[in-house]
């Protein structure tokens, strides 16, 4: 069994995940979202969606962004 590196539970039914260079198992994708997901550079929460990004900075919402100096940024056209 492995174990998940996020919780320390030890499960025969983990995952693995790789992005780019980074890698982790899991088992959950709670779990997974903990370790993995981008932050929001404004409020801090996790981005499961695609979020936005301005100036190489990622965000949850476009209000978010707008509250950072991305005005040009918009929720719906």
């Known amino acids: 069994m492995a174990t998940c590196d996020t ?5 025969d039914k983990t995952f693995t995940i790789t992005r780019g260079t ?4 899991f088992d959950s994708f709670e779990c ?5 997901a981008p932050t ?3 409020c801090g929460c996790r981005i499961l ?8 900075a990622i965000y ?3 209000n978010c962004a707008r509250e950072s ?3 040009e940024l918009i929720d719906r056209s």
């Open 22 to 25: 980074e890698s982790g198992t």
């Open 32 to 36: 997974a979202v903990h370790a993995m």
């Open 69 to 71: 100096g991305a005005p």
């Open 7 to 11: 919780c320390g539970n030890e499960y």
């Open 49 to 56: 969606g695609h979020g936005v990004e301005a100036d190489g």
């Open 40 to 42: 929001c550079e404004h």
């Open 60 to 62: 949850c919402c476009a």
